[in-house]
């Protein structure tokens, strides 16, 4: 008799977590038309990665940065989400 040598439930087995992987698709959570990004704070916006806001409506990137091919990429990263999430609060607020 064998059978009760076999555990019913193997709490010793590994469980497989999903990596963390799980990232935010979007580097600019939050970002909204007229808000920054959520991981864009005092210490550093997320788009300049410079302790000033390059936010595309609030002045975007300094010249100093307009040479800087990463700092560019994520500028026109941020307009993006832009386009794809604020296109109707962008509209809605041009009237007035
Ligand atoms: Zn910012």
Redesign the pocket.
């Given at each position: 008799m064998d059978a009760d040598t076999k555990p019913e439930v193997n709490f010793e087995a590994p469980v497989s977590k999903p990596a963390a992987s799980t990232k935010p698709s979007t580097p600019y959570a939050g970002?909204t038309s007229n808000a920054?990004?959520a991981a864009?704070d005092a210490k550093?916006?997320?788009?300049?990665l410079k302790p000033?806001?390059?936010?595309p409506t609030?002045g975007g990137l300094h010249p100093s940065q307009m040479s800087d091919p990463a700092a560019l990429a994520r500028a026109d990263a941020a307009r993006a989400e832009l386009d794809r999430d604020g296109l109707e609060a962008a509209i809605s607020k041009r009237k007035r």
């Open positions: 970002l920054c990004a864009c550093g916006c997320a788009i300049s000033y806001c390059a936010h609030k």
